[in-house]
């Protein structure tokens, strides 16, 4: 079964640091750009980052450039979003998602597995 699972999300004060994973099974990602997305009530998915097959190529929306970092481990069919100096707008859903690709990655392409998401808030 293929799946894709986040994990991390919680509650955190602005300023605080999450880092969020995201677990494959079913398939290898070692043939999938990774991407993050979040949707925070009444506002539209918003990509947020991601990362090419073998770590080459990142991409970074501007709200959170300077302050998320994406990553993945091959070995263990992961991929991970560190977010530090957390504000109360990150507050979302957080979703990982997959797409097959030789190549390069961006958060406009259509994804093609999809995890379940995990809560991030950001609050004092």
């Known amino acids: 079964q293929v799946q894709l699972v986040e994990s991390g999300g919680g509650l955190v004060q602005p300023g605080g640091s999450l880092r969020l994973s995201c677990a494959a099974s079913?398939?290898?990602?070692?043939?999938?750009?990774i991407g993050w997305f979040r949707q925070a009530p009444g506002k539209e998915r918003e990509g947020v980052s991601c990362i090419s097959r073998v770590s080459a190529y990142t991409v970074y929306s501007d709200s959170v450039k300077g302050r998320f970092t994406i990553s993945r481990d091959n070995t263990k069919n992961t991929g991970y979003l560190q977010m530090n100096s957390l504000k109360p707008e990150d507050t979302a859903v957080y979703y990982c998602?997959?797409?097959?690709?030789?190549?390069?990655?961006?958060?406009?392409?259509?994804?093609?597995?999809w995890g379940q998401g995990t809560q991030v808030t950001v609050s004092s």
């Open positions: 998602a997959a797409i097959r690709t030789p190549g390069g990655c961006s958060v406009y392409a259509q994804y093609r597995y």
């Open positions: 079913g398939f290898t990602l070692d043939y999938y750009a």
